[in-house]
């Protein structure tokens, strides 16, 4: 069974940095796209960042020039540098990644738990 763990998040201040991670676990044949999302409350949820296994990289225009997204294949983990934070980056953070499995032709995409990001003023 795969699995998605995210860890990183936590309270920051105005201009400060968090380094979020994810890592995937389980019976792994191959991770293609992989992204970071984020829900705030009462809003919708929204693509941050999104990679690919080559390492095409793709931003919100919200967080470009101040987020990173990037992926060490070789441990199966994802991570997001988030710089020069602010109120509104405030919101749950997912990542997400489409996996294939042994024995599937079809990735499928997989979701982590979330973890809180709050950005004080």
């Known amino acids: 069974q795969v699995q998605l763990v995210e860890s990183g998040g936590g309270l920051v201040q105005a201009g400060g940095s968090l380094r979020l991670s994810c890592a995937a676990s389980?019976?792994?044949?191959?991770?293609?796209?992989i992204g970071w999302y984020r829900q705030a409350p009462g809003k919708q949820r929204e693509l941050v960042a999104v990679?690919?296994?080559?390492?095409?990289?793709n931003y919100a225009d919200s967080v470009k020039g101040r987020f990173t997204i990037s992926r060490d294949n070789a441990k199966n983990t994802m991570y997001l540098q988030m710089n020069s934070l602010k109120p509104e980056d405030t919101a749950v953070y997912y990542c997400?990644?489409?996996?294939?499995?042994?024995?599937?032709?079809?990735?499928?995409?997989?979701w982590g738990q979330g973890t809180q990001v709050t950005v004080s003023s």
């Open positions: 997400n990644a489409a996996i294939k499995v042994p024995g599937s032709v079809y990735e499928r995409d997989y």
């Open positions: 990679i690919t296994r080559r390492g095409s990289t």
């Open positions: 389980g019976s792994i044949v191959s991770i293609n796209r």
